[in-house]
């Protein structure tokens, strides 16, 4: 008896079911109107210049009047367009060439800055982010005139030291952030267990800072793949990079061809994002 009253007391405080259903979708009526009408913006801001090179790409004018479908601009861009090649295979070249090599220091840096107690290790920590925060044209400056005055003659080398020196910070700075949270409890287990410092460093350190080494190498080939200003300054004849020969060309006006470009690039870098999902899914979840 008394859980048969207490549930008609209970049913007529709630309020109709009905009644509540109307409220819920009210209020998520106003809350999806809003988020919706931004994430349209966001998306259209971000995409519609895309979805325009993507569809001018197949114009079979060089104009922005569209004058019928054509194939034309993909044909001379993988028939014609020998030049171009070389400087995107340049381009990758140095962004690989760039970023595995700061990989390699940035990671050693940041955990022997970390690991390691030294006098000069605030100003290592510090110096090791002017890359970061300074503008460009004025590293692209301060390059070439070190370049110049080791008489270092300009060309792929000196755009490969370029890239490195500003990608070091990038993965400096996300090891340190992965060595921040890492539990040294660790280390000292496997130094009980009879385990050397470089085995500790290969089997248990490096592992542990994977996903922070992994960020750091895939923001590296970003930045250097689309680098200008500094390539700029330290490039030298028969070495331009792709951001370079992009930078020539559109000063005689802007070739369909690079639309072309553009969208082998896009669909390459889609198709190697579905293939390597796996993987990222895993370092994201590490």
């Known amino acids: 008896m008394k859980n048969i009253i207490h549930g008609i007391v209970t049913s007529l405080r709630a309020p109709p079911a009905g009644e509540a259903a109307r409220h819920a979708r009210r209020a998520y009526r106003k809350s999806f109107s809003f988020s919706q009408t931004v994430f349209m913006v966001t998306i259209v801001f971000l995409f519609l210049p895309l979805f325009v090179l993507i569809l001018y790409s197949f114009n079979a004018s060089k104009g922005m009047n569209w004058t019928g479908f054509s194939l034309v601009w993909y044909e001379q861009l993988f028939f014609r367009s020998g030049d171009l090649w070389k400087a995107f295979w340049h381009s990758i070249f140095i962004a690989l060439g760039s970023a595995v090599s700061a990989t390699v220091i940035g990671t050693l840096g940041a955990i022997g800055v970390n690991w390691y107690r030294f006098r000069l290790r605030a100003y ?84 542990v800072c994977m996903p922070g080494i992994v960020s750091g ?13 500094i390539t700029y300054f330290v490039t030298g004849p028969g070495a331009s990079t792709l951001p370079i020969y992009i930078y020539s060309a559109i000063r005689f006006g802007v070739s369909p061809v690079i639309n072309a470009l553009s969208v082998v690039m896009i669909l390459g870098t889609v198709l190697l994002t579905f293939l390597l999902r796996n993987f990222l899914r895993y370092i994201a979840a590490k």
Do not use: Y
């Open 124 to 207: 290592v920590q510090t110096i090791s982010f002017l890359p970061m925060i300074l503008p460009e044209i004025i590293i692209g400056v301060s390059l070439s005139v070190f370049f110049a005055g080791i008489k270092m003659q300009l060309g792929l080398g000196t755009i490969l030291i370029a890239h490195i020196t500003f990608n070091l910070p990038f993965v400096f700075l996300m090891v340190m952030a992965r060595l921040d949270e890492f539990d040294f409890s660790i280390i000292e287990a496997a130094r009980d267990l009879g385990a050397s410092e470089l085995q500790t460093l290969l089997k248990v350190t490096i592992p």
């Open 217 to 229: 190498f895939l923001t590296a080939v970003t930045i250097s793949l689309e680098d200008f200003v």
